[in-house]
């Protein structure tokens, strides 16, 4: 008796064993149509996209981003700012944003665009502007790239509205991307809302002039911020009091292969006076994310750039998917070193030399504003 009954216990623990292991398949994989959808929505160029539907539950502030491809477009989902969606024209080549009227939103003074581009060299895309009442169309930039060396994948962010370039967003407005011919160069778009601070940021030093604070922190000054199709390179040498900063090169800089098959750039100078500190500065493009820059001072390594600081949303971080998924920072970033005063001579030989990380992307990488800061 006492058999039958452990064999009846034995063959129920056995039936239910299956449905347990069921339910938790069930919990851990849940089936399609419950997976949150992608941020990403496809663009349909029948179908102009919906705000009732597409609306996001962010803030007044976020952003809006199309992205391009050679076959197709996808946009961010439609912030509460936006109205209507973005507009692709591939025979005028131009990209449309519609901006909002001041009486649709209340926190909003200013747009800031940042575009990221391949950069041949041909001078980049084109920003217009086009207000409802008005017929004239404004060039807010001529061209967002340069004109002569080709960077490769690069970045360019302006403010819409300035005190100096006659825009108006009190009744909305058009603005367009256009690069003509080369529409498919542009890798994508970002319209991001801003606010004038109330009261005004106290700024130090009688040259600067921020017109942008970013969300990293990073400032954009007014040359490039107002579209200035060629912002300067450098600035001049200069001495305040014990503080003095020499130009080693006003020239965009590219690395090249040696004897040895390292990527390097050399720079020489001569020092009449050692100095108590001494910092390195510059800009940085086509670095990807995983490699880095080396640099030695007479022979003697010195150490690595430093970069600075950036967000994992910001428009500029690219990943690029072939051959390999490598994340890529757009654009030029600001890079520095400190370099102890015991390496100093009379003359001085400064190598640059680029470490490429596992799996990285060989881009073309450039220097610029290549600067010393010295302290006597």
Not at 160 to 182: C, F, K, P, S
Request: with cysteine; proline share 7%; aromatic share 8%.
């Amino acid at each position: 008796m006492n058999c039958c009954v452990w064999f009846l216990i034995i063959a129920v623990i056995a039936l239910l064993q299956p449905a347990m292991s069921r339910a938790e398949e069930a919990e851990l994989h849940p089936p399609a149509s419950s997976v949150i959808q992608p941020f990403l929505a496809p663009y349909q160029e029948t179908a102009p996209q919906d705000p009732s539907e597409t609306q996001l539950l962010g803030d007044e502030f976020e952003p809006y981003k199309v992205e391009l491809s050679a076959t197709k477009e996808e946009a961010t989902l439609l912030p509460r700012w936006v109205s209507k969606g973005f507009k692709i024209d591939e025979k005028e080549s131009t990209i449309e944003f519609f901006l909002p009227a001041h009486s649709e939103q209340s926190k909003i003074d200013t747009f800031v665009l940042t575009v990221v581009f391949y950069d041949t060299g041909d001078g980049g895309p084109r920003i217009e502007w086009k207000g409802p009442k008005n017929k004239k169309t404004i060039r807010l930039c001529s061209g967002l790239g340069i004109t002569g060396t080709p960077l490769g994948l690069n970045s360019r962010t302006i403010q819409i509205q300035t005190e100096t370039n006659g825009v108006d967003l009190i009744d909305g407005g058009t603005l367009t991307i256009r690069h003509t011919g080369r529409l498919r160069q542009i890798v994508s778009a970002t319209l991001r809302p801003g606010h004038f601070l109330q009261p005004p940021i106290a700024v130090l030093g009688k040259k600067i002039s921020p017109s942008i604070i970013d969300e990293s922190l990073n400032v954009i000054e007014q040359e490039v911020a107002d579209g200035d199709s060629s912002p300067s390179l450098d600035k001049n040498e200069e001495k305040n009091r014990n503080l003095s900063t020499k130009v080693l090169s006003r020239e965009i800089e590219r690395f090249e292969k040696n004897e040895n098959d390292q990527e390097v750039f050399s720079k020489s100078m001569p020092l009449t006076k050692r100095p108590k500190a001494s910092l390195l500065y510059t800009d940085l493009q086509g670095l990807d994310l995983t490699s880095s820059i080396e640099v030695e001072l007479n022979g003697t390594l010195v150490g690595t750039l430093n970069t600075s600081f950036f967000r994992l949303d910001a428009p500029e971080l690219i990943l690029e998917k072939k051959p390999i998924a490598t994340f890529e920072l757009a654009g030029w970033q600001r890079a520095h070193l400190f370099i102890p005063p015991s390496l100093w001579k009379k003359h001085n030989d400064f190598t640059f030399t680029i470490k490429r990380g596992p799996n990285a992307t060989p881009t073309k990488v450039h220097l610029k504003n290549l600067l010393l800061e010295l302290l006597y």
